[in-house]
């Protein structure tokens, strides 16, 4: 049998594996490899006992009180499965909560006291192009986890909109509140108060910028390359430049802080932190560009070994400690700041703790008040006679990070008293206006995945990506206002950042 042949025959069950893999990845369970055959719903059921309607979904789970009407006009208490048709309106009273499944495996959580439409919605496995999902928030608040619709198919296949906003999706994690009058200040403030309340809105942000200065920008794996301002979220395959001249201090989820000095350049290779349990967490970081000062948190703590700082040539194992990193051109007294590659020489200074440094010509262990370096000549890590003091001879080397705050959770969501006027440090435009007064009706938006374009009534769109927030005053001119970080209202809602559902996760 010939290769080409051979290739043939394989295709059929290649494309029956990827079929099931992106399944398994979008949170179907074996049996229903929907994404080339079926949908969650056995096709033996398709329409709702009471009419011919075609079934659309379900409602996953309730708690408390949850009514549901028809399009027909009927009402009924809804429970734990009832089908769901186009035309429902879902209601849910105080105290009460349902996450929605979709045939295309989106989920909804609303929370307590929540008007929600479903308006129109049309789902065919095999023909993409016709996909349409479009649901309404009338009052309350949601968290949604979007299935296939929000995954292939045209960009405007999905999407939620309020009384005077369209919040167009794709691919993503986002939750929404509609506000009315002050009733979101003072959740926000209840919140806030409750002993216990984590923020999980931004769960898969490696960290925050604390401080900036000068330009910073983070060029994300996918090649999308953003401006960073205080605030801004960074994440796992984030590549982050400092202009010469400037700085930037990250803080870390876990606690740990970074300054990139100017010039400098980091990848941060790798992070995942639990803070249930750190053990099992890891953080790592490339040096690619000039220096990085480091202060490790609670990973270091509960297990040294998994975190880490490299090079194209050496590994930095920690050990719980403070140290600056740098590449440099020079051998003796010469310290340009270059490029991590083979042809660098890497210093180490320590400034608390150990670590230790790995090369393939060698290995050594560096204490407090200790330097090394290695030199590309030879790859071998050899201990400084006397203090290297590279980052001195720095112009703008940024503060040491154990000098600055680890508030990783109080940059992670915007406090509604810093959206009452023009100015907020955490708007990244002047444009918020008074928020929360007697008559005012705001839609707030928090991304914790992927991106979505908010649109108002002028339809002047704005794109909200991974980790910030959005404010639309809805029967204003006032175009959507992107907030570099979710809204209180939302990072802080029990029901909003640990909805019933959960996100499935395939990657490492």
């Avoid at 769960?203 to 330009?215: I, M, P």
């Avoid at 070994?305 to 590994?315: C, D, E, L, P, R």
Wanted: proline share 6%.
């Amino acid at each position: 049998m010939t290769k080409t042949n051979m290739i043939r025959l394989l295709k059929p069950a290649f494309r029956s594996i990827q079929a099931a893999t992106l399944a398994i990845c979008l949170g179907a369970t074996p049996a229903y490899v929907w994404a080339q055959t079926k949908s969650p719903f056995p096709s033996d059921a398709p329409v709702n006992s009471s009419s011919s309607k075609k079934v659309v979904g379900e409602i996953k789970s309730i708690t408390g009180v949850v009514s549901l009407q028809t399009a027909e006009g009927k009402s009924k208490f809804a429970s734990t499965g009832t089908k769901l048709n186009v035309g429902d309106i879902i209601n849910t009273q105080k105290k009460s909560g349902a996450v929605l499944l979709f045939v295309d495996t989106t989920q909804i959580a609303l929370r307590p006291s929540t008007q929600f439409v479903v308006e129109n919605y049309e789902y065919q496995p095999e023909q993409p192009i016709a996909d349409k999902a479009e649901f309404k928030l009338v009052k309350g608040g949601l968290r949604t986890l979007t299935g296939l619709i929000g995954k292939r198919g045209t960009s405007d296949a999905f999407s939620m909109k309020s009384e005077t906003a369209t919040i167009g999706i794709r691919g993503t994690d986002f939750s929404a509140r509609i506000c009315k009058g002050r009733e979101c200040e003072d959740l926000a403030k209840g919140e806030s108060e409750r002993e216990g309340v984590t923020n999980l809105s931004t769960v898969g942000a490696a960290g925050r910028l604390s401080q900036v200065n000068g330009e910073i920008t983070a060029k994300a794996a996918d090649g999308k390359q953003r401006k960073l301002v205080k605030g801004s979220a960074v994440f796992a395959g984030d590549v982050i430049t400092s202009s010469d001249g400037g700085f930037a201090v990250i803080s870390l989820a876990d606690g740990g802080r970074l300054t990139v000095p100017g010039g400098g350049q980091i990848e941060i290779a790798a992070y995942r932190y639990s803070p249930e349990s750190p053990k099992t967490s890891v953080a790592s970081f490339q040096l690619l560009k000039g220096a990085v000062r480091a202060v490790t948190g609670a990973i270091a703590k509960a297990e040294p070994s998994n975190v880490k700082f490299f090079t194209q040539t050496a590994t930095v194992g920690i050990r719980g400690t403070a140290f600056d990193m740098s590449c440099t051109t020079g051998q003796s007294g010469d310290f340009t700041f270059t490029q991590c590659s083979t042809g660098s020489s890497l210093n180490v200074e320590m400034r608390e703790g150990s670590t230790q440094i790995t090369t393939p010509a060698g290995n050594l262990v560096l204490n407090q008040g200790q330097s090394a370096f290695v030199l590309p000549t030879n790859l071998i890590p050899n201990l400084s006679p006397q203090p290297l003091n590279i980052l001195n001879k720095n112009p703008s080397p940024g503060p040491l990070p154990e000098s600055t705050p680890a508030n990783f959770e109080t940059l992670s969501s915007t406090p509604m008293s810093d959206l009452g006027g023009a100015g907020s440090g955490n708007s990244q435009n002047n444009q918020t206006g008074p928020a929360g007064g007697p008559d005012s009706n705001e839609l707030y938006v928090a991304v914790n995945d992927g991106t979505v374009i908010v649109r108002n009534g002028n339809d002047r769109p704005v794109e909200v990506n991974r980790g910030e927030g959005a404010i639309v005053r809805t029967f204003t001119n006032l175009p959507p206002v992107i907030l570099n970080s979710p809204p209180q209202v939302l990072s802080r809602d029990a029901t909003l950042s640990a909805p019933a559902f959960v996100a499935p996760q395939c990657a490492p």
